[in-house]
């Protein structure tokens, strides 16, 4: 493949192929030969160029993933909604939106191998996640819907908690167990004024769960 002067068009042909690839075959069948093979004019060497192993290539399709499909950049779009209202709609959008990544994530099987990986993700919650969040909280202390103290750590534990430790993938249990996490949940988040899982949530989660 000829040299390209701009990268960031191999990058992202690389990674709608990986994507593809991911979903159709799985993580552990997928090789980057195969990816390699599904672009026809790219060689291993201009690969290598941007991703070192398959391990930084699904790490890059998720993160995009999560940026494409922020549902805390959509709802701040939406008038007529007060802090929490904004926050309880955001919840009911990523039950949509994130369908492509858990299918990204189900291609792992082996995903509490990578610590690397875990943790990557852990730091991009924090990172890409956190802040979004953290505007529809503040909007919501102005505005009276929710009277949390501290925006900024509700926000970061906020999204650990709920793309880490709500995760059925890196936390594999059965759905009533999940459904008692996410009332633990619901009992934490309104003690500190952030009454954003109602029943109508309760509801989404356990339909979620069941159709993984």
Known sequence: MARNKYPEITVKRILD???????????????IQDIIDELGDLTRG????????KEDIIDAVLKRLALENNPFEQVEKMDGLN?????????QLSFTNN????????????????????????????????????????????????????PKQTAETFVILSNIWLSPI??????????????HLQQ????????IIDDQILISFENFHRNL
């Open 17 to 31: 192929a990986a994507t593809r690839l991911f979903q159709e075959k799985g993580w552990d069948q997928t090789t």
């Open 46 to 53: 201009a690969f290598y160029h941007h991703f070192k192993s």
């Open 83 to 91: 802090g929490l209202m904004k926050l309880k709609t955001a919840i």
């Open 99 to 150: 369908h492509g990544q858990f299918n990204a994530l189900k291609s792992i099987p082996s995903i509490l191998k990578s610590p690397t990986l875990i943790a990557n993700q852990l730091l991009e919650c924090i990172r890409i996640g956190a802040p979004s969040i953290q505007s529809v909280i503040e909007e919501g202390v102005k505005d009276g819907s929710i009277s949390v103290h501290y």
């Open 170 to 183: 890196i936390f594999t249990v059965s759905t009533e167990e999940y459904m008692q996490k996410v009332k």
């Open 188 to 195: 934490l988040y309104n003690g500190i004024g952030l009454p």
